[in-house]
């Protein structure tokens, strides 16, 4: 079993940025790509971004690209997300995800195996 545990959400006003982290333990971790996701009140659960484990190749979502930059440590199994230039519809809560084999696209939440309890993330206007 994997255990994903967020950290680094927080307050922070427009225009702000907040770095998240995820760390992954439990079994020999070797996924095919790690994710974030969020989602706030009242809404689903939206794909922001993910990462291949072995080969680096990122994607992210439309209402993230160019402000938002996920990153992957191997040695310490970890996946990062930094976000800059917050917005105030930047506000949910950012859930990590990993899964253990390619099972189609990374922006559907379904492939993935392994869910972290997610960290919040208030910006404020």
């Known amino acids: 079993q994997v255990q994903l545990v967020e950290s680094g959400g927080g307050l922070v006003q427009a225009g702000g940025s907040l770095r998240l982290s995820c760390a992954a333990s439990?079994?020999?971790?070797?996924?095919?790509?790690m994710g974030w996701f969020r989602q706030a009140p009242g809404k689903e659960r939206e794909f922001v971004a993910a990462i291949r484990w072995s080969s680096g190749s990122t994607y992210y979502g439309d209402s993230v690209k160019g402000r938002f930059t996920i990153s992957r440590d191997g040695a310490k199994n970890t996946v990062d997300l930094q976000m800059n230039r917050l917005k105030p519809e930047d506000t949910a809560v950012y859930y990590c995800?990993?899964?253990?084999?390619?099972?189609?696209?990374?922006?559907?939440?379904?492939?993935?195996?392994?869910w972290g309890q997610g960290t919040q993330v208030i910006v404020s206007s």
């Open positions: 439990g079994r020999t971790f070797s996924p095919d790509a």
């Open positions: 995800a990993a899964n253990s084999f390619y099972g189609g696209s990374y922006y559907y939440p379904g492939i993935y195996d392994f």
